[in-house]
């Protein structure tokens, strides 16, 4: 054997390990190997500003403003159901909001109900709404393994009024399963202003920014 052949079998060795050591644990213990895989239905981007995280993958700045802009995808485009991007324990999803026409409005499905979810999502289609993540941040709670997000969206629809499209909320993920346990967002910016949650500025419908919580 000669010194090159021997040189380039060590190198391939050695890269054969590395990978090796990358590769991910399968252990039930893992909460990302217990996590269902999702394939991303987007084109919009997410950029980490802001991350510290010591929680599981799952609820990573990364992860979870990937699951938001696929789960607006989903509801923007039809492209997959969006009541698959809930956690099946979730506890509610809500959202109240003001248009000038009809005052105040409110929905709410308090757990884990496609039906009524699906039913909810078509009507909003049928308005021609669209969601586009601007910012969301996370803090990992280890107690109950749970991503806590606040979060700024850009939200338009036929019956929304033009001169305020910013709705903004509080909500839960289940780190477990990388899916939504909780949502709460509100769409009236009259009496409380969106807050400013990550560094950076977000470009709709291009670019979201992410960060884990100051």
């Known amino acids: 054997?000669?010194?090159?052949?021997?040189?380039?079998?060590?190198?391939?060795?050695?890269?054969?390990?590395?990978?090796?050591?990358?590769?991910?644990?399968?252990?039930?213990?893992?909460?990302?190997?217990?996590?269902?895989?999702?394939t991303r239905v987007t084109a919009q981007r997410v950029f980490v500003t802001r991350d510290r995280q010591h929680g599981p993958a799952t609820c990573s700045p990364q992860e979870v403003g990937e699951l938001v802009v696929d789960f607006f995808a989903a509801i923007n485009e039809e492209v997959v159901e969006a009541s698959s991007f809930f956690a099946p324990d979730m506890e509610w999803y809500s959202l109240s909001e003001w248009s000038r026409e009809e005052g105040k409005r409110h929905f709410v499905s308090y757990g884990y109900d496609p039906e009524k979810l699906e039913s909810y999502f078509q009507r909003r289609a049928e308005q021609h709404e669209q969601l586009h993540l601007l910012e969301i941040d996370v803090q990992y709670e280890r107690q109950r393994n749970l991503g806590h997000v606040a979060y700024v969206v850009e939200?338009?629809?036929?019956?929304?009024?033009?001169?305020?499209?910013?709705?903004?909320?509080?909500?839960?993920?289940?780190?477990?399963?990388?899916?939504?346990?909780?949502?709460?967002?509100?769409?009236?910016?009259?009496?409380q202003r969106a807050p400013a949650i990550c560094p950076g500025q977000a470009k709709p419908p291009r670019i979201a920014i992410a960060c884990v919580r100051a």
């Open 155 to 191: 939200r338009t629809a036929d019956d929304l009024p033009s001169s305020d499209p910013i709705a903004f909320g509080k909500g839960a993920i289940d780190c477990d399963t990388g899916n939504i346990a909780v949502w709460s967002m509100s769409q009236d910016t009259r009496f």
């Open 1 to 38: 054997m000669n010194l090159r052949l021997a040189t380039v079998m060590v190198v391939l060795a050695l890269q054969s390990a590395c990978d090796e050591a990358r590769r991910p644990e399968t252990s039930s213990e893992n909460p990302v190997a217990t996590a269902s895989p999702r």
